[in-house]
């Protein structure tokens, strides 16, 4: 091999190297810009995580509130049909008294005399 073959070729491997050096600059590059885009998302997604707990919470909150409110409905429903139960049964129970004494009256048991017209 003669010393202009040996130079060329020592070229051509000064410019591979030259180039891998190049490439493996750009891959750093690349690197180091997705490492700081991962940071970037990363910051995004641990803010975006506290606030769906926080709303989370919010909508925990808020259905335990529901929740109590459906059973002072519920209370109160019973109540009123406690109530309502009573007070028909009273209505029945007057109503029936004045049936008995509409019905006394009307067949002459109730005390009272009737003028023959």
Do not use: C, W
């Amino acid at each position: 091999m003669s010393e202009e073959e040996m130079n060329k070729k020592m070229e051509f491997i000064v410019e591979q190297q030259a180039n891998f050096a190049a490439q493996i600059e750009m891959m750093r590059e690349v690197q180091a810009a997705d490492a700081e885009l991962l940071k970037e998302e990363t910051k995004l997604l641990k803010e975006e995580t506290k606030q769906l707990k926080e709303h989370q919470r919010t909508l925990s909150d808020a259905v335990l509130t529901i929740v109590g409110l459906i059973r002072n409905l519920t209370e109160v429903q019973q109540r009123m049909e406690e109530r309502l139960t009573e007070a028909q049964r009273r209505t029945d129970e007057r109503l029936n008294i004045f049936i008995n004494v509409v019905e006394r009256y009307i067949s002459g048991n109730g005390g009272g005399k009737t003028n023959p017209a």
